[in-house]
């Protein structure tokens, strides 16, 4: 999301009611004035002018402020680094704020003034989403608000603690683009390319992640590298791996990998396994144990075992970002409406708690219960397969509804076999179904499927032959 410039407009005002929010709007001293705050948001939000007294303007900064850390800490960041990221938050912090008047509009127009549980719940699923959406740069997105990490900043007046932020990255990135008095890149910046990354890429790691540029090649970078390809991530993965995680680089092998590694084993992840799940996933290796632990707790009070726990987090290690409070304990709560078995679906598809139950789950549930299924039907077909939520309504779910209404089987038929959602409908569904009613034979949905090329032509001939003995034995 992009926001342009906010514009505040001093007037004097007659006092207005206000209510006991917290102890921050009892406390201020403010002078009785009132701004406008007009905000343009690209997109989801329209210009909008909003009337608020100085006072709880500066009391919703702080339950804001406070709301934002209680987010950060529980996406595993220490007090103080929750509490630096907000101190250089300010435009997003102001845009929170921009937030809650846009979504309760109704509440400010008639003089009432929000609880701090309403503000709570109007911002975390916002903040959850962009948690979502940029993964492990939100700090440096909320710092950077409003422009996203290395994009073109906006022109306009910004604070001065914003500029601080940009001349470090301005200087980060001629860091490592400056040459020597022979022309050469730095030593560090050389020995990336050589892995196979091309400047323009380590510039933009440094726009999202600044300190990246004054990592010591000897002491850093070349010990994480070696120790990376000594797990058996290839060469031409480290790129990537890098990208994903640049503070990978600044982290001491001997006093926070390696026993933050050995701790994962000791969960489950298969040390056989690290090469893959790094690639996949490398910021599980930055994540405090104590947040690590937080959600290995969920899964084991779910019922998954301890060896289930460890499958998920080698094949799934994603898994340990999603918040448990905010995140997968209301998704399980969501799961456990329909009839799901929820251990069950964290095993099999522990990516389906990552999705969003308004914007993924609920459409999907919906789109069903308006076709005739029930809510035990739908249980059913999310724990024979879980993947059945993350495919798209538009691109996935409804031309395959489609096509299978043009298909001589009962509805119930998918409740027995969902895998059907998952195979492609121009590669595998039209062209078997095509062949099966050429045959003019009779195959359930899953043999039309999930067979073989060779098991499905031997099923088909085998019905054929069984037909044509029928009719001839009638014809007798």
Known sequence: MRASSTSLHFLEFPSLSRGPVDIYRSQLSIPRKLFFCRAKFDGSFSSRVRVVPATLLAAEKEEAKAVLNLFLKKQGLSNAVASRTINKSDIFIDHLVSRLHSVHKS???????????????????????????????????????????GKEKPIGPVSPS?????????????????????????????????LGMDLEQIKGITRRFPAFAYYSLERKIKPVVE?????????????????????????????????????LENLGVDKRQ???????????????RQKVEVTVDFLSEMGLSAESIGKILTRYPNIISYNVDDKLRPTAEYFCSLGVDIASLLHRCPQTFGLSIEANLKPVTEFFLERGFSIEDIGTMITRYGALYTFSLAENVIPKWEFFLTMDYPKQELVKFPQYFGYSLEARIKPRYALVKEAGVKLLLNQVLSLSYHNFDKTLKTKMKKMNSARASNDT
């Open 162 to 194: 914003h500029l601080t932020l940009e001349s470090k990255k301005q200087r980060a990135v001629s860091r490592v683009s400056e040459t020597g008095p022979a022309g050469q890149l730095p030593p560090h910046i050389l020995y990336l390319i050589e």
């Open 274 to 288: 690290w090469a893959k799940v790094i690639y996949r996933f490398p910021a599980l290796l930055t994540y405090s």
């Open 227 to 263: 120790f990376l390809l000594d797990l058996g991530i290839p060469k031409s993965d480290l790129p990537t791996v890098l990208t994903k995680r640049p503070q990978l680089c600044g982290i001491s092998l001997s006093e926070n990998l390696i026993p933050t590694m050995t701790f």
């Open 107 to 149: 509440r400010y127009l008639v003089g009432r003034e929000l609880t701090t549980l309403e503000i709570r719940d109007a911002l975390i699923p916002y903040l959850e989403s962009l948690r979502e959406e940029h993964g492990s740069i939100l700090v440096d997105l909320l710092e950077n608000f409003p422009s996203p990490p």
